[in-house]
């Protein structure tokens, strides 16, 4: 069975500045898909960036980027210029690409994230 | 942009009692999905639904838990008779097909306090 696991629990970071949050995986697959969500206060899910991991290239959105690492099974996130609007809790979440799996998402544990002004 | 919608947004129940909470996935969606989140902590797959049917369950999906779609829009999740660790963010999902990169598109949640 896929697990993910996020190390850091709480992470911190100044306006402005750079923060990286740390996802490790274990699959046996070759090919799925890799996310990472942002949960604000509202508890709402929201997408932030998604990964294939056929793909070499890293995917980026905006202030947002990810270190993809298949042989290593990890995805980090990076937030570049942090804003005090990316304080949340972010779950990075992995889903295989076998049609009888139903593409649940497994979720790891969550970072919490702090922006100080 | 469609959105998963969600009702209520916060149910309070007695233990013992049967609580249902309802989800209307987006339209052209054919996998639905509950998740349930315990406050502080990860947010935990619950129940697969495609083609009238359950695809996949997890542990946590026993007996005490069902999944209905009534009527080709809604998409409900029962709890017969809930105890206090039912307390907890339950989210529906949606997404149009399985296997793709697409993302699952989450409702707002319904926070259910078993008392």
């Known amino acids: 069975a896929q697990t993910v696991t996020q190390s850091q629990p709480e992470m911190s970071v100044q306006e402005a500045e750079t923060v990286t949050l740390s996802c490790t995986y274990d699959?046996?697959?070759?090919?799925?898909?890799l996310f990472w969500y942002k949960q604000p206060p509202s508890r709402q899910m929201i997408l932030v960036i998604r990964?294939?991991?056929?793909?070499?290239q890293n995917a980026t959105e905006n202030r947002f980027s990810v270190n993809f690492q298949k042989a290593a099974k990890s995805f980090s996130l990076k937030i570049s210029d942090s804003q005090l609007g990316d304080a949340a809790m972010y779950f990075c979440?992995?889903?295989?690409?076998?049609?009888?799996?139903?593409?649940?998402?497994?979720f790891g544990q969550g970072t919490e994230l702090s922006v100080k002004p | 942009e469609p959105e998963v919608t969600q009702t209520p947004s916060h149910q309070v129940t007695q233990m013992g009692q049967e609580v249902i909470l309802r989800c209307v996935p987006i339209?052209?969606?054919?996998?639905f999905y509950w998740y349930r989140q315990i406050l502080g902590q990860k947010v935990e797959f619950l129940v697969s639904?495609?083609?009238?049917?359950?695809?996949?369950k997890s542990e946590i999906f026993d007996d005490q838990f069902s999944v209905e779609r009534p009527d080709g829009s809604n998409f409900t999740l029962k709890i017969r008779s809930t105890k206090l660790e039912d307390s907890a963010m339950y989210f529906c999902?949606?997404?149009?097909?399985?296997?793709?990169?697409?993302?699952?598109?989450f409702g707002n949640g319904t926070r259910l306090t078993v008392t």
């Open positions: 699959t046996s697959e070759s090919d799925y898909y």
């Open positions: 990964q294939e991991a056929y793909k070499q």
């Open positions: 639904f495609y083609n009238n049917e359950i695809s996949e």
């Open positions: 999902a949606s997404i149009e097909t399985g296997g793709s990169g697409s993302p699952l598109h």
């Open positions: 339209s052209n969606h054919l996998y």
């Open positions: 979440a992995y889903r295989s690409v076998i049609y009888n799996q139903g593409g649940k998402l497994i």
